[in-house]
Structure formats: C-alpha cells, structure tokens
C-alpha cells in the first residue's frame, strides 16, 4: 500500500481491513471513500467504506462481527441512513456500507459529481472480479457540478427557506429558526458561495475545510450568519443571512447570466421589514 497518511493507526486500519477482507470469501469486493481517499485523513479521521457481499452471503453476513477483527468494538448500530456506525476502542469511528455485490458495484459509476477517487486501484481493497475496479476508475476525475444550473437550483432554494425562516421566527420559535439556518440554509449558501469561487472539491459537506479553501471575506461573512439560540442573536444573523444570500445571487447571475426572482425578492424584503427581521442598520 502506497498511501500513508497523517494517521498511522488509520494506515494500519486500512492494511488490516484489506488483509480480512481477501481472506472472507463472502465478500466480492471492498472500496474505501472519505478522506482517506483524498489524501486528507488526518488523526481524528473515520474509517469509512463499502463492503461488496456475494449476494447469495448478504442475510448472513454479520457485519459487527467481522468488524470485530479489525479491533475491539465499543458500539456498532444500523444509523439513520441505514449505515453500519462503529465506534472502536481507540474512539475511532467507523462507516460500513454492507452492499450486495451486483447492484452495489453497478451503481459506483452514478456517484460522478458527488464521490472523488483520485487514486482508484488504492480505494479498492479488494476486487476478485476486476468488476469494481473499472467503475472506480470512473471516479478518478472530479467533476463539479453544472454551475448555471446548480446557482439557478441553490438561488431558489435560498429564497424559500429564507422566507420559511422569516415565518418561524415572526412565531417567536427561535430555536426552531436557529436549527433552519444552521442546518438548511447555511449549506446551500456555502454551497453557492462555493460555486463562485471555484472551490467545489468539497461539495458534500461545503463547511469542510472552509478556513482554507474560502477567502478571508467569505469567511467573515458566513460568520455573521451564525448565533446562539437566543431571539435576538438569531434575528441578527437571519438579517446577515438575507444580505449575503442577496449577493451570493446577484453575483451568481451576472456570471451565469441566469434569471432572478426580482419581484419575489421585493416582496421577501417588504415582507422581513413588515415582520421586523430587516431593520434601519442596512
């Protein structure tokens, strides 16, 4: 194995996990995806991958024990996306996949734009029939999203939930529109944010790696957009939100030449001011 990373007790992790799989027959195939993948796994990174199961072994394969041989386990559940978690006893997290080989493999190449491989035949930990391989391959180009498209998509988008956000704080549920804008708004605005500044490799998960891969500006900006659960905090950020939103799309539509809602606007801001979210500090 070529890669080594930040981590040396990810490295062994890795090594182990191919070493056991090549030895379980049940398994057809095994590919890893997440920062380690990408050349940034560092010492509080997961273990995460795709464990391809013969499909005629699929019932019976017992994922939490053959996990159990890579190192002791201290919990292993079925999380809220149907995942495999793990958590070992070095506190190191893990994500399994346990996928039939067939239609699992079959389905690798559709991840084009979402899932990054630079170096495929080092994902792949195990392939008995070459099948795996070929798709990862298709993975070895990042592909960014379409940006007038994606931009026109994520402009609409933030115009609804702003406005949703405007509702839920006009009902006095601050801790409700706290959790709108950190957990639905903040993404698609960094996501836009993202789009027009070039920076799309960590499109999944757009606040990783913020600090480094936005400017300083940007940065600022999406900071005031956050707050603590309180009314007034979240009154606060909610009227930066709305601004930097504005900006993001004016932005994105005298790159891309895509239409904006201007009217809609209008009224989402007559609509803000009615309801005392945007006040005289503009």
Sequence with gaps: MSVRSACPALDDRVARLRQLAHADIRLEAVLLYGSWTLGEADAHSDIEAYLYIQDDHLADFDGPAFLEQLAPLKLAYTNMYGVLAVIFDDLMRGEFHLTAAAPGIDEVPTWQGMVHLPRPEEAVLLDR?????????????????????????????LANWTLMLAHVLACGEVARAHALLHTVIAPQQLQLCRLLRDSTAHWLTPSRALEQDLPTSDRERYLATTAAARDQDVRTAARHNWRWSRDLAAEAADRWAIRLPHELHELHELHEQILGLLNADR
């Design 129 to 157: 029939t070459g099948r795996l391989t070929l798709a990862a391959r298709q993975l070895t180009d990042f592909r960014p999203p379409e940006p007038a498209t994606t931009a026109r998509q994520l402009t609409d988008e």
